[in-house]
């Protein structure tokens, strides 16, 4: 008999389809572990046909895959059975934390990275959170006026869209989404980061990302794809943007063929 830690108990696999015509050190992310609002019941990764690999920890504590690709075509797949929570955690009343009493992990949490301009968007998110309590109002400001303001359209931006672009275009993906968060919390001296993994009943189905807020002491989970909260999540692996929590790093020329990701309810352990 499973004890519930949580709520829900997910399955969730990527199923990555890859062509190369030569060898390529790659770096992958794809392991979850357990931590706050989830605990991994089992997970697996392996490669078909089968690749020698290494495995290491991120200065963010994210486990990363090394595999040296072979020549042709080859799948890379992450299967993970996880103990979830339903709902995220609000708190309206959770503050912000003045920067001198930020622990010192976090501080790097504040400034500006690759795809998050924050030193730029200062005006922009004092307006959007104008008469907000310092804290959990702001950032849910934030989060409610990115999803009723920027239009979610797949396949409109690339690997090298920041926030900046975002502003000015009014369309993205998650990982936009993340960013501009990420940046307008950050404008206003709240730490924030981006988190990539796997979200129960998304359509289209996909690895997905959303941004967190250091605020009350502790990290809460904001998505501003969502109309609501939701919980069942599975998180992957966390960082300043997306630049530390690609799924694959590749050094060299890789295809994706196809990737397949499927997050369902899991009902039998065995």
Partial sequence: MFIYLYDMLIEASCLLDFTCDSRVPSIFMLRPKSG???????EDLRTTPYLSMTEFADNYGNLCQRIV???GTFQVESRVVADCADEIDVDYNAWWVPIEYLPDYILH????????????LGNMAMEISLGK???YEQVESIRQWINSHIRYEYGTTNSSTSALDIVTSGVGVCRDFA????????????????VTGYLYGLKPMDLHAWFEAYIGGRWYCFDATQTEPKGKRIQMAYGRDAADVAFATHFGNVYLNNMIVKVEECTDLS
């Fill in 36 to 42: 706050v609002g989830q605990f991994v019941v089992r």
């Fill in 69 to 71: 690709l072979p020549i």
């Fill in 109 to 120: 949490f504040l400034l500006p990275s690759r795809y998050c301009e924050s030193d730029k």
């Fill in 133 to 135: 309590k310092p804290g």
């Fill in 179 to 194: 960013h501009l968060g990420i940046s307008l919390c950050r404008a206003l001296d709240i730490p924030a980061r981006m």
